[in-house]
DNA sequence: CATCAGGGCCCTG
DNA sequence: CAGGGCCCTGAT
């Protein structure tokens, strides 16, 4: 399918801003729905039901940011349209965030301190829908990289347009409820395993409208997490990424997988059980600073290879 | 070749 | 609340 330009235009995120960091995160797994290089992003929205492409220039400095976004769709757009995209995408990569009072608290810490200092003007988000995300953290279950790679990939290849854009071709997510005539077994074929039957579940609340992101977006986290626990398929390790990346709740800490508790121990002080009680440091902010360490671990390791982390991270 | 743990979750007892 | 089963993959 291709698409043409329809849109041009600038975003001015609050400052200090860093556009890398911010546009790419090393620690999750590569897909084929975007593409990155330094000070560019490519990416594809599934919204309000049409097929979008998107590229993210930055224009602008740490402290004076500025980010051109051209809009690429088959048809014209209108500017309401345009306008609840961009509302869109600048809530969730966090475009408005004010990071003055974490810099503040943190910038002495011994740890948090000198990665603010190299991923300063970072911000948490993601650029999927909490549909798109559930189905991410899905065939990120019991597996390693590889295989959520390879998963990821067979549904884009059966279920998501392939869009071209600007000369580049990159799939997209598909509209939400489109599973109902797929059945379970379909979704085995593909090698999903168990997660056949969440993604058909899930798929399937979606489309009798039973979840409402809007609405959850506005309920308080204690909320949020008991309505997601709910989802067949959400436990309490696919709940926390949820929070944190599609709901921007920081101020929570309450679990760690296996494997992340091993790259925690490398970092911090403490291991095991200690670690969820060593976090409350950082107060309101816990899960944010975490994210700091984390994603400037995996930036540190692109840059320049860190052995102990890769022999952890399953390739 | 066979066996088994793994970047969870659900369900049962 | 502990523990078994589940899909597949790749390591041993």
């Given at each position: 399918m291709k698409l043409k330009r329809?849109?041009?235009g600038v975003i001015t995120p609050t400052a200090p801003f860093n556009f890398d960091a911010t546009f790419h995160k090393p620690a999750h797994f590569p897909s084929g729905d975007n593409f990155w290089q330094p000070g560019e992003r490519w990416q594809t929205f599934r919204w309000q039901s049409k097929n979008l492409g998107a590229i993210f220039r930055s224009v602008g400095t740490t402290q004076k940011p500025k980010v051109t976004v051209e809009i690429f769709s088959q048809k014209k757009l209108t500017s309401d349209f345009v306008e609840s995209f961009i509302k869109e995408i600048v809530y969730r990569y966090n475009l408005n965030f004010d990071l003055t009072d974490f810099y503040e608290?943190?910038?002495k810490d011994n740890i948090?301190?000198?990665?603010?200092k190299r991923m300063r003007g970072m911000r948490p988000g993601h650029q999927d829908s909490l549909y798109e995300y559930l189905i991410i953290g899905i065939v990120l279950q019991n597996c390693t990289v590889g295989r959520s790679i390879q998963m990821m990939q067979t549904l884009f290849d059966h279920y998501g347009p392939l869009?071209?854009?600007?000369g580049k071709r990159l799939w997209c997510f598909w509209e939400p409820g489109i599973l109902e005539k797929v059945s379970e077994e379909d979704l085995r074929s593909l090698k999903l395993g168990y997660r056949a039957k969440f993604i058909k579940r899930i798929d399937d609340q979606f489309k009798e409208g039973l979840i409402n992101e809007e609405k959850l977006r506005?309920?308080?986290?204690?909320?949020q997490m008991k309505e997601l626990l709910k989802l067949y398929g959400v436990g309490p390790a696919t709940v926390w990424y949820l929070l944190f990346d599609v709901f921007h709740q920081y101020d929570f800490f309450n679990h760690i997988s296996p494997w992340e508790e091993k790259i925690y121990s490398h970092v911090f002080p403490v291991t095991g059980d200690r670690l969820i009680k060593y976090f409350d440091r950082f107060g309101r902010y816990k899960q944010l600073a975490v994210h700091y360490v984390w994603e400037d671990l995996w930036w540190q390791h692109k840059k320049k290879p860190i052995s102990w982390l890769a022999k952890e991270i399953r390739a």
């Open positions: 329809q849109y041009l608290e943190f910038t948090l301190g000198p990665v603010i869009l071209e854009f600007n506005s309920q308080d986290m204690q909320t």
